[in-house]
Every structure is written in C-alpha cells, then in structure tokens.
C-alpha cells in the first residue's frame, strides 16, 4: 500500500513554494530528473553506435531512436517546470469553472494520443464549479493523464463528483497497472509511480491549494484532488477581481509551460528563427518542413497550437485545419505573413487565425501566441 497525501497550507505557509520541498525531496528529485534523462539517452547512444558501425537503421529504428531522445528532452522539461514552480512566487488568476468540462476539453484534445496507445478512457463527469486559475487547472489535468498513460495497461476511468461535507468537488482518476487476468501469483515488477511528471502534480496541487491523495493497492492506482474552493450559489454574478480578492500568488505565462508547439516552415532558417523567438516561453516545440508531415505527426497526437509559414497556406493546411477543427474547434493556428511588421489574434476582424508578419516575430509572436494558447483552455 502506498499513500501520498498532501494538505492546502494556509495563507501564512504559502510562501516561496521552494519551501515545499526539504533536502530529501530535493535529492531525490534530482536522481530522477538524472534517470529519466541518462537512460534514454544511454539507449539512443547505444542505436547511434549500432548505426555507424552498420551504416543502416530500419524505420523501427529510427522511431525508437526518436522516441527516446524525445524520452529525454520531455525530462527535462518537465525538470524547468518543476524548476519554475519552486523558485518563482505566482499570481494566480482565479476563475469560476466547471471542472467536468475542463476535463472534457483536455481529454478531447488528446483523444488521437490515447487511441494510439490502445488506452479507452472512462469519464463519468458530475457538474461542479470550482475556483481556480485556469491555465494552472489545464496544467494539472494534462499532467494528471500523461501519469496514467504512462502506467495504464488498458483504461483510465476519470470521474468528477461533490464530496458531501465539507461540499468540495473531487477529481478521481482511476487506472490498473497490471492486467486484469494476470494472476496474482505472477510476480511483476511495481510502477514507477514517482517519476518526474507526477512530481510535477505534486507540486502544481500544492501551488494551487489542492489535497491530492494517491492509493496503490492489487495492481490498481486512485489518485483524487479535492478542490476546497468549489462554487455555489452563493457566488453568483461575482466578478474576477471579487474572486481574487484574498488569493495570492504569479504570471500565468509560467503555467503555460511545457504546452506543445508544432512549428511547420519549408525554409530552414525560418524553423531555427520561429524556434528561438518562442524558447525562453518553455514550450515543447517541434518543426516540420511541409504540411504532409505535420498530418504525418497529428495523427497519433495533436499538439496545443500550429505556427505555419505563410507560403505554405494553401489547400492542404486548408484540410488539415478542417480535420482538426472537427475535434477541437478553438484549436489555434498562427501564420506567419511573408512580408510587415504588424499582427493580430484571432477573432479580430473576422480572422480564422492569429497572424504574425515576418519583422515582428521576436517582439510579437510571443504575446500572440500566449493568446491564443490561453484562449484554447
């Protein structure tokens, strides 16, 4: 049996959130963050050695080797997220939400991810309002199922009720690690349940003053979340600034990190320069050279926003919006015009998509694109 239970701290407790973590926590962090990135790149060293001595590599190959320098780079973004949270104070922008549908859009926007990995998800979604940040909350819930992915064996059931007293809305994840016709006399080896992603739901609970407890037990795993500031009717009509009123804490800019940006550009340089406009923004940013292998690299997972260079608008980013405008139809995409300095969000004027012009990049592309990801929450 295994408990990991944390408790909301009071507003006096809630101070540089480096404080959350003693020695021990923070040795131990470490040794993770070294394991999950040593050991897939030991692996990818060893393919890359096979390679140059055989001068070939077959497509599994290639993908293994992909996936595990991705294995590596996701580490260690997860390590600045953990990094962000620890040493910066946040000011947190309250809202009223409702949680059920929070988790709809989040489990929607990764539906291609999880039928790729022959993983069904179970939602039984009860309505409850809660008071939170909402990039924060997007956050935690994309967190909450990259943890179950990586140890489900065949579904992960997500439900959201109201505990009776006192009346706080829960989030309950629940998912087997081990078949369900394995005998139990089988030995099989104990998940890794503590690895960086679920420090990282650790820690953006204690952000937002949420208890979380984890119960490992027979092959199966619950984690739930309670929300101690769960809307009644009580706060209707209240505003945002009524509602942060009493709360503390930083730029939503940080909880938007490790967001996942598909960078589609035909010339090289202009792939390298979108890339370092948007890095210091702590974004997975992945390029592509056309827009075939951007459908190519949605197909098993859509990522959370697409900037395109403008001379590849055309037909086929015209279909490829459409596909992924039938799943999610706030999804964002921002072109980068081939000529000016000006830009603009999307829904102004009637425009379908955010728009960059190519002399404005590094001053205006982050901003835009900060709107737009924030506006698809």
Known sequence: MDMSD?????PASQGAAADNFDGERWRDLVSTVGSEIALPLTSALERIEALTCSGRIDKAGL??????????????MLAQQLTRFASARLRQSHERLTLADTLKTVLR???RETEARGITLKPALK?????VDASLLFSLLNSVLDWSLLHARSEIAFAVDLKAWPAHARLNCHFAYRPADE??????AEPQLDSLV??????????MGLPLTRTVGQGQVRLVIEFPRTADDSMEGMSTIEL??????????TSLAGSHVLVIASRREMRVRLRDSIRHMGLI???VASVDEAKDFCREGLPHAIIVEGILNGEKLRQLRSQIGSELPEFPFIEIIEEGSSFAMSGFDGAPMGRVGRDAIESALPSVLMFELSRAL
Request: glycine fraction near 6%.
């Open 127 to 131: 309505p409850a309002d809660v008071i």
């Open 285 to 287: 940013i992945d390029l």
């Open 183 to 188: 005998p139990a006399f089988v030995a099989t």
């Open 109 to 111: 926007h990764r539906a």
């Open 6 to 10: 944390i408790k909301r701290g009071t």
């Open 198 to 207: 679920w420090r990282l739901i650790e820690q953006t609970a204690w952000t």
């Open 63 to 76: 993908r293994a080797l992909r996936e595990e320098v991705e294995a590596a780079r996701r580490a260690s």
């Open 244 to 253: 942060d009123q009493g709360f503390g804490l930083s730029s939503n800019s």
